[in-house]
């Protein structure tokens, strides 16, 4: 119904800088809520950012300041921009869409990309 593709994972050192897109396509009943989720081998998906279509926006926190997630409702894409980088960023990022806005739970997500790694050296 919905295909979602993420692009833009990589190696990078730490303190650089990073950005991951997300194309969605196919059949849609709503992309109004959009997130961001990373996950490592042995541990739960976690909520890194999420937006609704006002662009409105929520963050985890160990992230604040550093990420930013962003929108373009017209090409129906969404990106997430990652400075400062940390080796404890090391991950899988997963773009989701889901039917709670600005929700950090993975649950409240439906659709789900297959993952682009993002590995961070010190």
């Known amino acids: 119904q919905v295909q979602l593709v993420e692009s833009g994972g990589g190696s990078v050192q730490a303190g650089g800088s990073l950005r991951l897109s997300c194309a969605a396509s196919?059949?849609?009943?709503?992309?109004?809520?959009m997130g961001w989720f990373r996950q490592v081998p042995g541990k739960e998906r976690e909520g890194v950012a999420a937006?609704?279509?006002?662009?409105?926006?929520s963050y985890e926190e160990s992230v604040k300041g550093r990420f930013t997630i962003s929108r373009d409702n017209a090409k129906t894409t969404l990106s997430l921009q990652m400075n400062s980088l940390k080796p404890e960023d090391t991950a899988v990022y997963y773009c989701?869409?889901?039917?709670?806005?600005?929700?950090?739970?993975?649950?409240?997500?439906?659709?789900w990309g297959q993952g682009t790694q993002v590995t961070v050296s010190s």
């Open positions: 989701a869409v889901g039917y709670s806005c600005l929700s950090m739970r993975s649950y409240d997500y439906n659709y």
């Open positions: 196919g059949y849609r009943y709503s992309t109004a809520c």
């Open positions: 937006i609704n279509d006002f662009g409105q926006t």
